[in-house]
């Protein structure tokens, strides 16, 4: 089953423009991840956020997470149409859920040049 | 370095037959998860292997089951397909501490017919 929401469904920007994903999650976390899927490949690991933490970058990515509220957003800067992806959440238990990840829905990004 | 390496990228199969996919990951990672993605129900943890030990497994019925060999790699079989496993399979590794996240691999492509 998954772990929440994310939102928006879809997104669709213009380069250079700002893209903002929301996640939400229903139980207790020891980190939550964001991957970017191309058309059905792999998913690629793009950041990471440990349940302590609140905010993080990483070149144009900027990830906050608020353990009270359950919820995490991604936000891209400076969109660019390789950016086009689809966006999925995934929180990590820690604990004895070893190697398992729960992902959200995702969010499918399309940025047009 | 090498990436998560998954075999065959695609696969084509009768229902009520059996299937074996094959996943090597990064050399030095020791846990290898394995995913199921579908349209419908997104991505679902099937389960995970570290030192040739099943650790962790999602709620899938018994006709899914994998194994582990002593150099990392490991296989996961599918017994007596249905059409709903159609899907794609995708398979992750990691060095063991879950706080870098994943890599994976690009994934085979399952259809029954």
């Known amino acids: 089953s998954q772990q929440g929401e994310e939102d928006p469904q879809a997104l669709s920007i213009q380069e250079g423009e700002n893209a903002t994903m929301n996640c939400s999650y229903k139980?207790?976390?020891?980190?939550l991840q964001w991957y970017r899927q191309n058309s059905g490949r792999g998913l690629v690991h793009l950041i990471l956020i440990r349940s302590n933490e609140r905010e993080k970058h990483s070149g144009r990515l900027r990830v906050t997470l608020d353990t009270s509220k359950k919820s995490s957003s991604l936000l891209i800067t400076a969109s660019r149409a390789a950016d086009t992806a689809s966006y999925f959440c995934a929180t990590d238990a820690g604990g004895t859920s070893y190697g398992k990840l729960t992902f959200g829905q995702g969010t499918i990004l399309t940025v047009h040049p | 370095k090498a990436g998560v390496t998954q075999t065959p990228r695609y696969l084509i199969k009768t229902r009520g037959q059996q299937v074996t996919l094959s996943c090597s990951p990064i050399?030095?990672?020791?846990?290898v998860s394995w995913y199921q993605q579908t349209p419908g129900q997104g991505l679902q943890f099937l389960f995970e292997?570290?030192?040739?030990?099943?650790?962790n497994k999602g709620n899938f019925p018994g006709r899914f089951s994998g194994r582990q060999f002593s150099n990392s790699r490991s296989e996961m079989n599918v017994s007596t397909l249905e059409l709903g496993d159609s899907a794609l399979y995708l398979c992750?590794?990691?060095?063991?501490?879950?706080?870098?996240?994943?890599?994976f691999g690009s994934g085979t492509r399952l259809t029954v017919v």
């Open positions: 292997y570290f030192s040739e030990t099943q650790r």
């Open positions: 050399s030095g990672h020791r846990s």
């Open positions: 992750a590794s990691s060095g063991g501490q879950a706080s870098y996240g994943y890599t």
């Open positions: 139980t207790s976390i020891n980190n």
